[in-house]
T-cell receptor, first 112, second 113 residues
Framework: GQSLEQPSEVTAVEGAIVQINCTYQ??????LSWYQQHDGGAPTFLSY????GLEETGRFSSFLSRSDSYGYLLLQELQMKDSASYFC?????????????FGKGTTLSVSS | TAGITQAPTSQILAAGRSMTLRCTQD?????MYWYRQDLGLGLRLIHY???????GKGEVPDGYSVSRANTDDFPLTLASAVPSQTSVYFC????????????FGSGTQLSVL
């Protein structure tokens, strides 16, 4: 089967940097994705790592280490609008074929 | 472009009744998915379809059925609803069966009483 672990909550202040970690277990690994979801909204895609290393997209970066089954999402220059839930997800081989399986999510609260 | 449209937005349903949640996409994506989201449990995959005419079971398929008669539509049916099916249901699609980048609908809030 598959499992993903990420912290349930993270708090930070505006302008700070925060890192949300994700560890995963899966049989057959293809990549690690990150999604953002604001309260009452739908999840939206942030990033995807198929290979080891850092991917940067503006203030957000995502890192993957396949040997450690570990990745993280790095948010820099935090803004109030970054307050949301963040989900890591893996596409691995299981009874669901290769559909995305999500972690339980990390709630990020940014204060002024 | 509308993307993915889900209907209804919300629904209150008596236990034992049946209901179909509708999902339509206009992006011509091959793969479609149904997830349910419950507080503290994240998004859990119910059923998926890699292409029209095929479907598969996800993590929590019991009590739900799907069909994929064409590319655009992927309805989710609850044959006999139970209170534990109270949840927010999201339909999603992706251009490839790998599904790294999913596009989500706005969700259906379902309450089973």
């Amino acid at each position: 089967g598959q499992s993903l672990e990420q912290p349930s909550e993270v708090t930070a202040v505006e302008g700070a940097i925060v890192q949300i970690n994700c560890t995963y277990q899966t049989s057959g690994f293809y990549g690690l994705s990150w999604y953002q979801q604001h309260d009452g909204g739908a999840p939206t895609f942030l990033s995807y790592n198929a290979l080891d290393g850092l991917e940067e997209t503006g203030r957000f970066s995502s890192f993957l280490s396949r040997s450690d089954s570990y990745g993280y999402l790095l948010l820099q220059e935090l803004q109030m609008k970054d307050s949301a839930s963040y989900f890591c997800a893996v596409r691995g081989r299981n009874q669901a074929g290769t559909a995305l399986i999500f972690g339980k999510g990390t709630t990020l609260s940014v204060s002024s | 472009t509308a993307g993915i449209t889900q209907a209804p937005t919300s629904q209150i349903l008596a236990a034992g009744r049946s209901m179909t949640l509708r999902c339509t996409q206009d992006m011509r994506h091959n793969a479609m998915y149904w997830y349910r989201q419950d507080l503290g449990l994240g998004l859990r995959l119910i059923h998926y379809s890699n292409t029209a005419g095929t479907t598969g079971k996800g993590e929590v398929p019991d009590g739900y059925s799907v069909s994929r008669a064409n590319t655009d539509d992927f309805p989710l049916t609850l044959a006999s609803a139970v209170p534990s099916q109270t949840s927010v249901y999201f339909c999603a699609s992706s251009s490839g069966t790998g599904g790294e980048k999913l596009f989500f609908g706005s969700g259906t809030q379902l309450s089973v009483l």
